[in-house]
């Protein structure tokens, strides 16, 4: 079984900053990706950010300049900074991993239970 927790969720105004951090737990035999994809209502979930276990990253056009993801990989936790948030940024912010459970598993994806991001303006 696999866990993930998010915390750092909230309410702030447009130009403020929050940061949400995502931790797995559980069985990791290997954690090939951490991201972080939000849902506003009415909209499809979309990719915000993406990390892998080599620290590449990968931005939606959207954020880029803006959010910062990293990962501390002995904490098997994700992190995304998001500065200069606007109220387009509000959204329920997921967690994702891309993780291979045991040796003889293949890697699934995982979600987290969501944080709710508000911007106003």
């Known amino acids: 079984q696999v866990q993930l927790v998010e915390s750092g969720g909230g309410w702030v105004q447009a130009g403020g900053s929050l940061r949400l951090s995502c931790a797995a737990s559980g069985s990791i035999f290997s954690l090939v990706a951490m991201g972080w994809y939000r849902q506003a209502p009415g909209k499809q979930r979309e990719l915000v950010a993406r990390i892998t276990s080599t620290s590449t990253t990968n931005y939606a056009d959207s954020v880029k300049g803006r959010f910062t993801i990293f990962r501390d990989n002995a904490k098997n936790t994700v992190y995304l900074q998001m500065n200069s948030l606007i109220p387009d940024d509000t959204a329920v912010y997921y967690c994702?991993?891309?993780?291979?459970?045991?040796?003889?598993?293949?890697?699934?994806?995982?979600w987290g239970q969501g944080t709710q991001v508000t911007v106003s303006s």
């Open positions: 994702n991993a891309e993780i291979r459970p045991t040796l003889w598993q293949r890697v699934n994806d995982y």
